[in-house]
């Protein structure tokens, strides 16, 4: 077996060049009758919003013609003095829709909150342009007509409209099919999380304004905040274009059938070693039972009054804690080599359901007074599927507490209710965080368990990420061994006790390895994925089931060689043009694979436009071509990815269905093929790797985001190369370090060991 190789090099930084002339996409055209629909359909919105003044503004929805990339929305229209159109954006979905061929397709809708004056600005500019359309271009503009226009320096129009501004308003008419006001419509009968698209007014005074008091503990980042049902109506009945978002407040936890047994766990039941330094892991779930032989291993926090709890809100909670601290003891087939843990354990629900938005409330101020905590598992979920146009708030919630404080969640991905075995059920929440770690189950032969949810998420983020074994069938050695009592084992079968072993294994790469949430989370999904094609992903399995054995995870076969990569993005570009891998008769016997992980800030109030930052990984082959007497230098990408090379055309759904654009996990992976054809070697048999952010709301990076990369090239032949690999890395100045699993178990150890003095 080889081991994990870490490499520490400078990465250098770029920033993006100028964007070429705006222009229509090829062969196409706008016509008059097109824009004066648009005009029309403006007009009808401003007569809609001419008595209603509650709002201190216009809610507009722009509905276009696919799904848009950033560069391809309003840039013109829907502009107010002194801001872009893409300052308004207060939300964004998917409808389904039909292109020219037939095909169902996806479409954007942005939601944006303007002034009147914005309207009447786009008003007039539309009818500018349509005269200068019909006048000029015989009602019909091409995108010839739009390229020769932009390379002119003579524009007969300038006293009506800059030419800049025509040709942006003429692009903006081809990608905008409609301009409409979408009003929420839903019955409500239940307690309700609302979240309303924000406006000038604070969100109290606001809703006041429709007859709805709430206090301030009823609101929530802002804009979403808890109705009572007659609330939730009045909103609904007197402002229903002000609903971005709207979901019941309690959730019923989709909880697992058991086959509960009298059998001790072996019987060394009750015999456990007092804890010492094993790292703390965070549990937040149902109650914990401290009658239990390991209860010395589990500080325990209630969060719940005492005498409402029942016998029946800790068996849940507790047996997840049983699998992180002491799993291998009842299923030793699922021994993982990492030892145990000790948990603090915050009890935040009873076994019947729990509050969504007592949980977001809670969950926060948990992870904030508990720093010393990196890795969690939250083994609840909701019986009710995710939405499809946007994230639920207990998973925002988690994503912008991982984003912001450095921790990882691992989180179930919510099991089938009875009775809807093998079912097409989406996930339920927080199932549906991008950031987490979601787990799956599979029985025990590595098959998805019958009672999987799927994804994905907003339609494209692929949920779950993994899947790990949580049992299935109808025999106790079909299931999970737990201890849930003081009386002996129970046997569980279900995602929430898939999850905790993943649990497991995350804090060992953290805590014991050393490793970042970045690359501890690649790894993971890595060991998952393996050498399939970069597509292959599943609605139910994610990425794959992942190795038993920590070991598995770390280390890699002899003809192999696997290494991570950290770096920070704070540029356009980000790269690393020295990465020397061995020649073998002038060429590179290698199939390679790589999986980038980062966690980017999240804004749930964008909807499907969800994740603000997108990372797109090139790696492969560096190339340096000479032309017109210059020399550029570009990365030969193992999945030919050439999104940002001039020339290349491409859609939004393809980018983001293809090369998982805005996605924070990217995994691309070549085929290992029978017929093995060693890779051509460029230059001085130099590879590279290039990470490419944007922003998707301003043009400049935030600050910098952390990634996390693993990096597998697979000798064609066989040979193990790992050390020539090492060797050479180090001559072209990168640190390389060999991450042995013992080597980093005996530092962690004396870290940790308290040093007492004379």
């Not at 098959?447 to 999987?452: D, E, F, G, L, P």
């Not at 995602?495 to 993943?502: D, E, L, N, R």
């Not at 340096?624 to 570009?634: A, C, L, M, Y």
Request: proline share 4%; glycine share 8%; aromatic share 8%.
């Amino acid at each position: 077996m080889n081991g994990l190789l870490q490499l520490k090099g400078r990465f250098e930084k770029r920033g993006n060049g100028s964007m070429g002339p705006i222009s229509l996409p090829a062969n196409k055209t706008v016509t008059s009758e097109h824009i004066e629909e648009l005009t029309s359909q403006l007009f009808k919105i401003k007569e809609y919003w001419t008595d209603k003044d509650d709002i201190a503004g216009l809610i507009v929805s722009v509905h276009y013609i696919r799904v848009v990339a950033k560069s391809n929305r309003l840039k013109t229209l829907l502009a107010d003095v002194g801001k872009k159109p893409v300052d308004s954006i207060r939300g964004a979905k998917f409808v389904t829709g039909r292109n020219s061929q037939g095909k169902t397709i996806h479409k954007h809708v942005f939601t944006h909150y303007v002034q009147t004056s914005a309207i009447d600005k786009a008003i007039n500019n539309l009818n500018m342009v349509k005269e200068i359309v019909d006048a000029d271009y015989d009602g019909c503009i091409t995108t010839e007509n739009i390229e020769k226009l932009g390379k002119e320096k003579k524009y007969l129009h300038s006293e009506k409209i800059a030419k800049t501004n025509f040709i942006n308003i003429i692009v903006d008419c081809y990608f905008v099919e409609k301009f409409d006001v979408d009003e929420a419509k839903e019955s409500v009968t239940e307690e309700s999380i609302i979240t309303i698209y924000k406006t000038d007014i604070e969100t109290r005074e606001l809703l006041s304004r429709f007859g709805i008091d709430v206090s301030e503990n009823k609101i929530i980042g802002g804009t979403t905040v808890l109705l009572t049902p007659p609330q939730a109506r009045q909103l609904y009945n007197k402002a229903p274009y002000l609903i971005a978002m709207s979901i019941t407040d309690f959730s019923k936890i989709s909880i697992e059938d058991g086959l509960f047994e009298d059998v001790k766990l072996e019987k060394e039941n009750g015999v456990i070693p007092l804890p010492g330094n094993e790292p703390t892991v965070g549990v937040i779930d149902t109650q914990f039972n401290e009658k239990v032989y390991f209860n010395k291993w589990v500080e325990y926090i209630p969060m719940l009054p005492i005498e409402i709890l029942e016998p029946e809100d800790y068996k849940h909670g507790t047996a997840v804690s049983s699998i992180i601290v002491d799993g291998p003891r009842g299923n030793e087939r699922l021994d993982d080599g990492c030892g145990r843990f000790r948990v603090r354990h915050f009890g935040v629900s009873k076994q019947s359901g729990f509050s969504s938005f007592a949980i977001l409330r809670e969950i926060r101020n948990i992870v904030e007074n508990n720093r010393d905590i990196k890795v969690w598992n939250l083994s609840l979920g909701s019986k009710t599927e995710i939405r499809e146009n946007y994230i639920s708030p207990e998973a925002a919630e988690l994503d912008r507490i991982q984003s912001e404080y450095d921790v990882i969640f691992v989180i179930s991905g919510t099991n089938t209710p009875d009775g809807m075995k093998h079912s097409n059920m989406k996930v339920g929440a927080p199932a549906d965080s991008l950031n987490s770690l979601v787990v799956n189950s599979v029985d025990m032969s590595g098959k998805s368990a019958s009672y999987s949810r799927r994804g994905p998420v907003l339609s494209f983020f692929h949920k779950p990420d993994i899947c790990y074994y949580g049992g299935d069938g109808i025999k106790a050695e079909e299931k999970i061994a737990v201890c849930a009592d003081e009386l002996g084992a129970i046997y569980l079968s279900g995602t929430s006790f898939a999850a905790p072993w993943i649990t497991r294994k995350l804090a060992y790469l953290i805590y014991v390895m050393g490793l970042s949430k970045e690359v501890a989370k690649a790894l993971i999904i890595d060991s998952a994925a393996k050498w399939g094609p970069s597509g292959n992903v599943s609605d139910t399995m994610g990425y794959g089931v992942v190795p038993k054995r920590i070991e598995d995870i770390l280390n890699t076969s002899e003809d192999e060689i696997k290494f991570i990569i950290t770096g920070t993005t704070e540029d356009y570009e980000t790269y690393n043009y020295t990465l020397p891998v061995p020649i073998v008769n002038g060429k590179h016997p290698y199939y390679a694979k790589a999986v980038l992980c980062y966690f980017p800030h999240c804004d749930r109030n964008q909807g499907v436009d969800y994740t603000g930052t997108e990372m797109d990984i090139h790696f492969g082959r560096v190339i340096t071509k000479k032309k017109n007497g210059t020399i550029k230098t570009n990365i030969k990408s193992i999945d030919d990815n050439k999104q940002t090379e001039e020339g290349q055309v491409m859609y939004e759904e393809e980018a983001r269905n293809i090369f998982r654009k805005w996605d924070n996990v990217k995994r691309i992976c070549e085929k290992v093929k029978d017929r093995r054809v060693p890779k051509k070697s460029y230059d001085a048999g130099m590879w590279g790797i290039g990470v490419i952010t944007k922003e998707r709301i301003t043009s400049k990076n935030r600050s910098p985001l952390p990634f996390g990369l693993v990096i597998t090239l697979k000798e064609m032949y066989g040979k193990n190369r790992i050390d020539d690999f090492a060797k050479m890395c180090e001559a072209k100045g990168w640190l390389v370090n060999r991450l042995d699993v013992q080597n980093q178990l005996d530092i962690y150890t004396r870290a940790e060991e308290e040093i007492e003095f004379d």
